[in-house]
């Protein structure tokens, strides 16, 4: 028994005490800074999401909202206009003022979406990020950006029917009320 508490203490301790950031942190050291980055639209279609990143992080630092709007994916832009993705993300601290990231986790899946866990650096302080992707025709696109567990980039709002009072719409079949049993509501049910 004491040797097994032995083996868990050292690792335990590790990890209340945390690790140093370049060891926790690998550096992307082929990637220009995110000042130095390309426009996204000299990027072309074989850029990697790494790349994508850069780029999108430079355009939303310098409050270039329309070339960072450009590097969200089709489908993002077809469900969020404009002017909501600009109210989200022209006042984020965090995106305003980023400095680095460093990611330590990806996933690809299949051949057309993305996703890496960073720590994005910025003048509001580090936050845990992460980034999602998906590969069109033009190359990745972004489709979100969550922030301390807060997605930075809206959402596609609810379509509202508005032939009908307003609830937004929805797919869900509709059902007959159950009967209604008077004598359970007035309290004369069998005993």
């Given at each position: 028994?004491?040797?097994?508490?032995?083996?868990?203490?050292?690792?335990?301790?590790?990890?209340?005490?945390?690790?140093?950031?370049?060891?926790?942190?690998?550096?992307?050291?082929?990637?220009?800074?995110?000042?130095?980055?390309?426009?996204?639209?000299e990027l072309g279609s074989d850029a990697d999401p790494r790349r994508v990143e850069r780029s999108l992080l430079g355009h939303l630092r310098r409050g270039e909202l329309e070339d960072a709007y450009a590097l969200?994916?089709?489908?993002?832009?077809?469900?969020?206009?404009?002017?909501?993705?600009?109210?989200?993300?022209?006042?984020?601290?965090?995106?305003?003022?980023?400095?680095?990231?460093?990611?330590?986790?990806?996933?690809?899946?299949?051949?057309?979406?993305?996703?890496?866990?960073?720590?994005?650096?910025?003048?509001?302080?580090?936050?845990?990020?992460?980034?999602?992707?998906?590969?069109?025709?033009?190359?990745?696109?972004?489709?979100?950006?969550?922030?301390?567990?807060?997605?930075?980039?809206?959402?596609?709002?609810?379509?509202?029917?508005?032939?009908?009072?307003?609830?937004?719409?929805?797919?869900?079949?509709?059902?007959?009320?159950?009967?209604?049993?008077?004598?359970?509501?007035?309290?004369?049910?069998?005993?």
């Amino acid at each position: 028994m004491r040797r097994y508490v032995s083996l868990w203490l050292v690792p335990g301790l590790v990890f209340l005490a945390g690790c140093p950031d370049e060891m926790a942190l690998p550096a992307d050291d082929d990637l220009p800074s995110i000042d130095e980055a390309p426009p996204g639209r000299e990027l072309g279609s074989d850029a990697d999401p790494r790349r994508v990143e850069r780029s999108l992080l430079g355009h939303l630092r310098r409050g270039e909202l329309e070339d960072a709007y450009a590097l969200t994916s089709d489908g993002y832009r077809a469900g969020v206009p404009f002017e909501r993705f600009r109210a989200s993300v022209a006042d984020n601290p965090y995106l305003a003022t980023v400095t680095d990231v460093r990611c330590h986790r990806f996933h690809t899946a299949g051949d057309d979406t993305h996703w890496r866990e960073c720590v994005l650096r910025s003048e509001a302080g580090p936050a845990h990020t992460s980034f999602y992707y998906a590969r069109e025709e033009d190359g990745w696109r972004a489709t979100g950006i969550v922030i301390g567990g807060v997605p930075a980039f809206p959402g596609p709002e609810a379509r509202i029917d508005e032939a009908d009072d307003g609830a937004p719409e929805h797919d869900a079949p509709e059902h007959d009320a159950p009967e209604h049993d008077d004598a359970i509501d007035d309290g004369a049910a069998a005993e």
